[in-house]
Structures are given as C-alpha cells and as structure tokens.
C-alpha cells in the first residue's frame, strides 16, 4: 500500500511573523559580515584547497 504525502505545512498568524522576523534578523547578520576570510576556519579551508590544486 502507499503511505499517504503529507501537505507543506504553512506557518499562519503569530508563527509566521516570529518566523519572518528571525529569518530577517538572520540575513541583517549576515550582511553585517565583513572579512569573514579573516576567521581561522576560512584561512584553513583557504590552506587545504590550495594545496590540493583547487584554487
């Protein structure tokens, strides 16, 4: 038998603007951003794909 597919549930009402608001709150961030290559992580990654030939 086939199991049944489920609708996309839809945010309505006070979830759907708590859930705009954080989503906008979450790209403001990340806009504000700068020299996100000056965090360690991104100079290692930076490292690993250059030795590898890849950049």
């Given amino acids: 038998m086939a199991t049944a597919?489920?609708?996309i549930p839809t945010l309505r009402g006070?979830?759907?603007r708590e859930f705009l608001?954080?989503?906008?709150?979450a790209e403001?961030?990340?806009?504000?951003?700068?020299?996100?290559?000056d965090h360690s992580?991104?100079?290692m990654a930076h490292a690993i794909l250059s030795?590898?030939?890849?950049?």
């Avoid at 608001?21 to 709150?25: L, P, Q, S």
């Avoid at 403001?28 to 290559?37: A, E, L, V």
């Avoid at 030795?51 to 950049?55: F, V």
């Fill in 5 to 7: 597919i489920r609708a």
């Fill in 14 to 16: 006070k979830e759907a």
């Fill in 21 to 25: 608001r954080h989503a906008e709150e």
């Fill in 28 to 37: 403001r961030n990340y806009k504000g951003t700068n020299n996100r290559d």
């Fill in 41 to 43: 992580f991104c100079q």
């Fill in 51 to 55: 030795k590898a030939g890849m950049l």
